[in-house]
T-cell receptor
């Protein structure tokens, strides 16, 4: 089956720093989704991308759908302690089910 | 306002004792999904309902069953929980299978003693 390679696996940064994470695959997709999961909670949708090249912002978050349709990145500017959590990229597989990346665990030091 | 609700949030059961987890949604979405998520891993799809049509993933054990009595509710039944079934169970919904955006509930954390 297709695989999403998400990196980095974890990040430990200082409050106020910018963050960048990405997902890549050898397959092309029609959708990229970015979710955040707080400890003990379900994933919450942050940004949905439906078009190659699309750049979308949600507050301090910005995500882009790669022009090749094989990758996507998520940036967080000026990180704050509540940004802590696990960030998952996800996309639709051949059966239109979601496939998730392995996640990026973000830790922010105040 | 909660759109996907899961009860209970925490469930403790004994090895081999059947357990049922519930999910309800106020979105009137056609599709409901059940995922299993183990620590530090991505959610893994167990099965989904498209309206009343049940779709099982190929590698979902027979120990896991599901019921959807109406649009709003969906249940996950674990017939004989084993220690390896301890995990977070997530319910999600989407308007249509072709619409990829899924909305997740807060999850039920299952502990098997």
């Amino acid at each position: 089956g297709q695989q999403l390679n998400q990196s980095p696996q974890s990040m430990f940064i200082q409050e106020g720093e910018d963050v960048s994470m990405n997902c890549t695959s050898s397959s092309i997709f029609n959708t990229w989704l970015w979710y955040k999961q707080d400890p003990g909670e379900g994933p919450v949708l942050l940004i949905a991308l439906y078009k190659a090249g699309e750049l979308t912002s949600n507050g301090r978050l910005t995500a882009q759908f790669g022009i090749t349709r094989k990758d996507s990145f998520l940036n967080i500017s000026a990180s704050i302690p509540s940004d802590v959590g696990i960030y998952f990229c996800a996309t639709n597989n051949a059966g239109n089910m979601l496939t998730f990346g392995g996640g990026t665990r973000l830790m922010v030091k105040p | 306002d909660a759109m996907v609700i899961q009860n209970p949030r925490y469930q403790v059961t004994q090895f081999g004792k059947p357990v049922t987890l519930s999910c309800s949604q106020t979105l009137n979405h056609n599709v409901m999904y059940w995922y299993q998520q183990k620590s530090s891993q991505a959610p893994k799809l167990l099965f989904h309902y498209y309206d009343k049509d049940f779709n099982n993933e190929a590698d979902t054990p027979d120990n896991f069953q599901s019921r959807r009595p109406n649009t709003s509710f969906c249940f996950l039944d674990i017939r004989s929980p084993g220690l390896g079934d301890a995990a977070m169970y997530l319910c999600a919904t989407s308007r249509d299978r072709r619409w990829e955006t899924q909305y997740f509930g807060p999850g039920t954390r299952l502990l098997v003693l």
